[in-house]
């Protein structure tokens, strides 16, 4: 995540930067955090993509660029598949919302 940290937040409540807060985002639609300006082209693709899931993630972390064209997203990709399945087992664990307490 050393790369991701400096336009992300991942824990509940903390700011969005640059770009959004990732708290929740495997169960909340694509570019609806909030607050925050997404660019035109990540709005027009999100009902596409409807929700980031393995292959959506996957894809799009390979090259933002290219699978949002015109995404304001500076970040070049991941080309290492290693890469990117690690990236998004860390962002499962860590931007999943709490389970509620058992009664």
């Known amino acids: 995540f ?4 400096a336009c992300h937040t991942l824990k509940e409540g ?5 770009g959004p807060n990732l708290y929740a ?3 909340r639609g ?9 660019s035109k082209a990540m709005r027009a693709k999100a009902p596409e993509i409807a929700e980031w899931n393995d292959e959506t993630l ?3 972390l390979t090259k933002p660029s290219k699978y949002v064209k015109g995404t ?4 070049a990709g991941l080309r290492k598949e ?5 990236i998004i087992a860390f962002l499962k664990q860590e931007t999943a919302p709490a389970a509620p307490a058992a009664e």
Do not use: W
């Open 2 to 5: 050393k790369k991701c940290k």
């Open 14 to 18: 903390e700011a969005n930067k640059i």
């Open 25 to 27: 985002m495997f169960t």
């Open 30 to 38: 694509v570019a609806t955090v909030e607050g925050l300006n997404y």
């Open 58 to 60: 996957a894809a799009y």
């Open 72 to 75: 304001a997203m500076s970040f």
């Open 82 to 86: 290693k890469q990117r399945v690690n």
